[in-house]
């Protein structure tokens, strides 16, 4: 009688199992996030350099530049870079990477600010970044220190590239 009993309770619990189930379905949302856009401003230039290779020559925050330029050349200017099209109150890393040419090596140094925040950074290294409520555009001053590897020529025109980067945290 009691393996009837048994048998029976087993068969109702595997035939009404359903019976005490249920269910509900719930959503997952997020929201679209544009990628900021870069604008250079104004060019960075060192203005003349000796042509001698390991002359260098370093530009500070101000467009001072001290070494082995010639400080009175009219060409001399701090680069820009606007970052745009940010979120507000977003958490960022900035990373400014110089690079190497033919023929020279340029190390920069950067201060990115909205008017609210400041950072500066140093070459290759992330400097942590918050935009304001107003997601203003963000201003990046470029400078820092350039060498000669390789000799240049009298009257040449020679560049090295250098990478703006913003990854959200």
Known sequence: ???????SAALLAATSS??????????ATISGWSEPTFAQTS???FGKIRLAA?????MDNAGAVTGD?????ANI?????TVSGLAPNSAM????TGSSSANLTFEPVTTATDGTSSATTADGVASAFTTDASATDITISVYGTMTVDNALTADGNYSVDYTVDVSFQ
């Open 93 to 96: 890393n900035i990373t400014v």
């Open 69 to 73: 330029c010639d400080a009175s050349d």
């Open 43 to 45: 060019a960075l230039n």
């Open 18 to 27: 359903s019976i005490f189930a249920s269910s509900d379905t719930f959503q």
């Open 77 to 81: 200017q701090i680069g820009g870079v």
């Open 1 to 7: 009688m009691n393996k009837k009993l048994l048998f």
């Open 54 to 58: 390991t002359s260098s020559c370093t």
